[in-house]
């Protein structure tokens, strides 16, 4: 079984910043694709990043310039960092992954992580 840990979420000031982390464990064969997705209420998912394994990565428009996506692949980790947060980016911010595993690949979703950003 495999599964997806998100950590890193909080209360911030705009213009404050914040690191979101997510590991995948379990039986994992390899990981494709890794990324950050946001909900806020009333809204629908959005993507916000996401990583390749190789490393090119993909951001919304919104968060250009402001968060940077990365992944360790020895820990099958991947990263957020939130730089000059705004009030809009309040959200849940949920990891998601697409996981080989030995039956094959499938798309794997973290728990959510909670961002509120105070103006």
């Known amino acids: 079984q495999v599964q997806l840990v998100e950590s890193g979420g909080g209360l911030v000031q705009a213009g404050g910043s914040l690191t979101l982390s997510c590991t995948a464990s379990g039986s994992i064969f390899s990981i494709d694709v890794m990324g950050w997705y946001r909900q806020a209420p009333g809204s629908e998912r959005e993507l916000v990043a996401a990583?390749?394994?190789?490393?090119?990565?993909d951001y919304a428009d919104s968060v250009k310039g402001r968060f940077t996506i990365s992944r360790d692949n020895a820990k099958n980790t991947v990263y957020l960092q939130m730089n000059s947060l705004k009030p809009e980016d309040t959200a849940v911010y949920y990891c998601?992954?697409?996981?080989?595993?030995?039956?094959?690949?499938?798309?794997?979703w973290g728990q959510g992580t909670q961002v509120t950003v105070s103006s």
């Open positions: 990583i390749t394994s190789g490393g090119s990565t």
């Open positions: 998601n992954a697409v996981i080989v595993v030995t039956y094959g690949e499938y798309d794997y």
